[in-house]
């Protein structure tokens, strides 16, 4: 009796944990693939992870940085399994834009991201989308601290040339 009611309990804490953080679980997913479906698909294949290992995860110092390591990790994973599949253009954007946002250098930027490579994303999306340390994101994504910045430096130049002088200028001054 006593192992179903922690089983009840730790079930609890889980749909708490994925009801809170599937939202930011979602958007960082769809960042990283730019497709709709398929960030629903990585959103529920990392819950599921989470779930799994839930009395791991909810042991760990940071959930959060948790969850989005997992998350990388299976789309980066996703990639290598796929990676002679085809890659879909970016439709609709699914959330409206923020008072002062340029909608116009969004899409650009959103459509810029879906060219370069899965890794360089992934660096890009968690250093500067989702304001991650490089620290932050070397744990999030296996790697040292160095080979974050070295990455970051790499992304960042073939977005720039990606993107083309003037929308590269534009991202630098705001």
Known sequence: MIGK???AEESAEFED???SRGQRLFRTALLLCGDWHLAEDLTQVTLA??????PKVRRADNQDAYARGTLVRSYLSHRRLRRSGER???GELPEGTAPGD???LRVTLLAALAELQPRDRAVLVLRYWEDRSVEETAAELGVSAGAVR???????GRLRAVLGPEAAEHLTRS
């Open 5 to 7: 009611t922690r089983r």
């Open 17 to 19: 944990f994925a009801y």
């Open 49 to 54: 992870k989470l779930f799994a290992a839930w």
């Open 88 to 90: 879909p253009a970016l």
């Open 102 to 104: 340029d909608p116009a």
């Open 150 to 156: 070295a990455q970051s430096l790499r992304a960042l």
